[in-house]
């Protein structure tokens, strides 16, 4: 496997002790900071501590302490004390996607078995229908609200109203979160994750550069990659997490807040780059470095990248304008990092080594991994569990291999591998990938059709009318045609056909699979 190339900064047995302690390192540096209205608000590590007892002191004064806690919005201060207090007074939070119908919400609250639910001004159009159908729901707490009222708590004034040191016996192996996965191909799991989970994988690497280090925290907060590593590997090293409030005001809030370092998806950065190589286009003469600094700020130096593929192009595109791109792997099931590269160590095509305190293997082609940052299992789901963890082992469903030097490498999706007559196995994220960067595509997908494989393609419009393309059809098999020069006989694309409409989508934004 290699030597590591990263430790963890440091270990906590549980998230209580990951608060208290960086409020002892940290103490009046900010936090979090955001933009509301006209003002800039900020809050510290003490008041995060204090804040955060606040809160699992008013679920005590509630009679909600060991019960589970619903939390929905967008990233926001009081989400996360809401999760702080709910995880540190022994009780389970249960983040969900603000973005959901009202149905579905419910569904997912119903399954979790919530008794009370945390929610802000994103949910009041939703709410009336979710308390109809959440008969278990006994308690509602209005993130915005200024008071009490019939319908909710005000947050505020719990905080308020219960400040003052809290301490609970908290069993670090015990579950405390419920994340729910995408479900690209079925019914969304359950995941569970325990305070050892959680706080392991925030301690696997060191995201703080130096004193005054500053993130910008863009992606969708109930998600695990977004939790773990904009919030609470940032508190461990010190941060100062910005809130991004927009995913339209995303080039504003970097010159509002100046970040050195952002996490971002793969999908978001084919668009930043495509917004460089325009103002390149524009500018020639111009050094590309300061371009760059047009979009994100003079201060901004790397951007880690997850959730899905990244391709190498962008990799060596970023850093022209001198900005590192770092890629990383996870998935929720495992809090959620599992490999990383880091600035000064890494493969263009590779995820890079695995995290300290995680142990990886390649069985039948696929990636199995164990460690302290695995989940606990499905909630009230034995049976998915089962064939998730066999002998300690998580089987992450990813298919890959590690090289020589200890570096993962991912080459596609089990459950989408597409076997053929002949016996082949085909990649559709192999081949979907050979396809990164091409402008013309706004979505793709490959897939098989009986025994042919099919590149399906949704255009991109604004492209299309700069190019002045009109035929798509022909566009689109010239494209096919030149990648298949690449690619062996069986694993060529035979069929193409062009989509008037999106792809259907998770609520994490990936495509649904065709079966």
């Known amino acids: 496997m290699g030597e590591y190339i990263f430790k963890p900064t440091k270990r906590y047995r549980d998230l209580s002790e990951l608060v208290r302690d960086t409020a002892r390192l940290y103490g009046d540096r900010d936090a979090f900071r955001w933009k509301w209205k006209k003002q800039f608000l900020s809050r510290t590590y003490n008041d995060v501590l204090a804040d955060s007892m606040a809160f699992s002191n008013a679920l005590q004064a509630l009679g909600l302490i060991g019960e589970h806690i619903g939390v929905i919005g967008a990233t926001s201060y009081p989400w996360i004390i809401t999760y702080l207090g709910a995880v540190n007074s022994s009780s389970v939070i249960v983040p969900v996607d603000k973005e959901l119908s009202g149905a579905d919400i419910s569904e997912l609250l119903n399954r979790a078995d919530v008794s009370s639910l945390v929610y802000d001004r994103n949910l009041y159009d939703r709410i009336d229908e979710i ?42 192996e015990k579950m405390c979160s419920i994340l729910f996965t995408s479900g690209t191909t079925g019914k969304s799991k359950g995941v569970m994750l325990s305070h050892k989970s959680l706080s392991d994988n925030a301690t696997c690497m060191d995201m703080g550069e130096a004193d005054g280090t500053v993130s910008l925290s863009v992606l969708p907060i109930h998600h695990a990659y977004c939790f773990t590593c904009d919030v609470l590997c940032c508190m461990c090293g010190g941060v100062t997490v910005c809130f ?47 371009l ?49 590269n880091t600035r000064q160590c890494g493969k263009k095509n590779s995820v890079g080594h695995i ?25 009230k789901n034995e049976e998915e569990t089962a064939k998730t963890i066999c002998d300690g082992w998580l089987k992450t469903g990813d298919l890959g291999y590690i090289d020589d030097d200890g570096f993962l490498f991912i080459t596609g999706r089990r459950k989408n591998l597409i076997i053929l007559a002949n016996g082949e196995n085909v990649s559709p994220e192999e081949l ?6 091409w402008q013309l595509a706004k979505e793709l997908m490959v897939y098989s059709d009986g025994n042919t494989i099919v590149l399906e393609v949704y255009p991109n419009s604004d492209v299309l009318e700069q190019l002045g393309i009109t035929d798509v059809e022909a566009a689109v098999k010239a494209k096919v045609d030149e990648i298949n020069l690449e690619l062996p006989l069986y694993k060529r694309i035979v069929k193409t056909v062009v989509r008037s409409s999106e792809f259907e989508k998770t609520g994490s934004g990936k495509i649904k699979r065709k079966r």
């Open 244 to 290: 991004n409030d927009s995913m339209m005001r995303i080039a504003k809030n970097i010159a509002i807040f100046r970040p050195h370092i952002m996490l971002l998806v793969p999908m978001i950065i084919e668009s930043l780059n495509y917004k460089l190589g325009e103002l390149s286009s524009m500018y020639p003469e111009t050094p590309k470095s300061e």
């Open 432 to 437: 979907e990938n050979k396809f990164s960067g």
């Open 292 to 340: 760059a600094k047009r979009i994100f700020g003079e201060r901004l130096h790397t951007i880690y990248s997850g959730g899905a593929y990244l391709s190498p192009k962008l990799i060596d595109d970023f850093a022209q304008y001198g900005i590192n791109l770092v890629q990383g792997y996870g998935m929720t099931e495992f809090s959620p990092r599992i490999s990383a």
């Open 131 to 172: 308390k109809s159908k959440c008969r278990n729901i006994r308690l509602y707490i209005d993130m915005d609200a200024e008071d009490n009222n019939e319908g909710a708590y005000s947050f505020n004034k719990l905080l308020q109203d219960n400040q003052g040191d809290f301490s609970s016996d908290i069993d670090p």
């Open 355 to 379: 995290i300290p305190n995680c142990e990886a293997k390649v069985v039948d082609g696929e990636i199995c991994v164990k460690g302290d940052s695995m989940m606990l299992g499905y909630y």
